[in-house]
């Protein structure tokens, strides 16, 4: 598949702003729920690096010749309108929501790219690559439900809730971009990726200690 | 003036919690206010900027031997007080803010950084410098306020607000910490000193377009 594939400039369009947008609040986050000022510090390290992860493929939209804004600009509503349902109302949903609501929304982009040229798959798994980052959320949240098991309820409704909202969205995102949605189904068997979809949301609701609903 | 100088930790403590919370700051005015998908990124290099330099003199307090989150901490109240009385109301205010509020508070942080050994004073210089991040800010007032000049003054009450919550906040902190108050007035003539940030302050309201008031 070449660069001007009608689905390239859809899908770095939307993981430009998904990474933006996930800076920005991810960074409101941190100023609003930390802590403490280590929590803080950590909770916006991930931000910076989403914002550069935005730099990267803000440059690739350009060098490709797509002017970014215009290629972001039809994600904006969706992507706006899954933060607003998924505002974290204290530090342990915004963690919760850093991991697996941010985990299963790059799942998603990770899968749409495999189909894509080398060097725009190479550039999305640069980009979506994780590297340990988020491994605090994993370990403070742990901790937070071993010292008061109740906790795990709520957050595991919380998170079954983020996932709900994010399918809701890409479902208007499919049905208003057809390109895009083209890149997650071709020549794949759907039930598999959607298999593989749910397993990593599983190991990631394991590894916070969050067992996943019925 | 060796780095175990009493007013090194602070200077160091009270400018990383400063580009921590202006990083944080500056990217939920991002999200809240940019009116543009160009103008949320343009404000979100500068906030991505300021953490990269959190990073920095973070790194310098640990290689000192001091506590991060210990020298951080006694600056939290009266910088997280200065944002919460200064919270732009909209895009105009929060770019006057990133350029005028950003700008005085770093002339005094500079003005202290004078009297440090030169491995210190030469970090707080790299950290402090804009390198014209800050000139899509002069932009966007100068050309918001050519359109319709009544903004000049709402944007110049703002910014006179702003001193003067830094003023008050920068009273709170030199009584708070003797040692950091010494740097700033250490073999100095404060007059002069005073004559300096005035006029620093001048040259950015002019740049804005925004006439000093009586």
Same mark, same amino acid.
Request: aromatic fraction near 6%; charge should be negative.
């Given at each position: ?114 189909? *894509? ?39 595991? *409704? ?51 200690? *969050?067992?996943?609903?019925?």
């Amino acid at each position: 598949m070449s660069d001007s594939s009608p689905g390239v400039a859809d899908l770095l369009g939307v993981l430009a702003y998904a990474e933006l947008t996930a800076f920005l609040r991810l960074a409101e986050d941190a100023a609003c729920h930390a802590p403490t000022l280590a929590d803080r510090a950590a909770l916006g390290e991930l931000a910076a690096a989403e914002y550069a992860h935005f730099r990267l493929l803000r440059e690739r939209l350009a060098s490709l010749g797509v002017d970014p804004e215009e290629a972001m600009e039809p994600f904006v509503g969706p992507l706006d309108g899954w933060h607003g349902q998924t505002a974290p109302a204290d530090w342990l949903e915004a963690l919760v929501k850093a991991y697996v609501g941010t985990g299963i929304a790059f799942d998603f982009y990770r899968e749409a790219a495999a189909h *894509l040229d080398d060097e725009t798959r190479r550039l999305v798994e640069e980009v979506l690559a994780d590297e340990g980052r988020s491994q605090f959320a994993v370990e403070r949240v742990g901790a937070a439900i071993k010292e008061d098991p109740r906790q795990a309820g709520r957050l595991a *409704l919380w998170a079954r809730r983020m996932v709900g909202e994010a399918l809701s969205q890409a479902q208007q995102v499919a049905a208003a971009r057809p390109e895009l949605a083209a890149l997650l189904v071709s020549g794949e068997d759907i039930a598999r990726m959607f298999t593989r979809l749910t397993e990593a949301h599983n190991r990631r609701m394991d590894a916070l200690g *969050l067992t996943p609903g019925p």
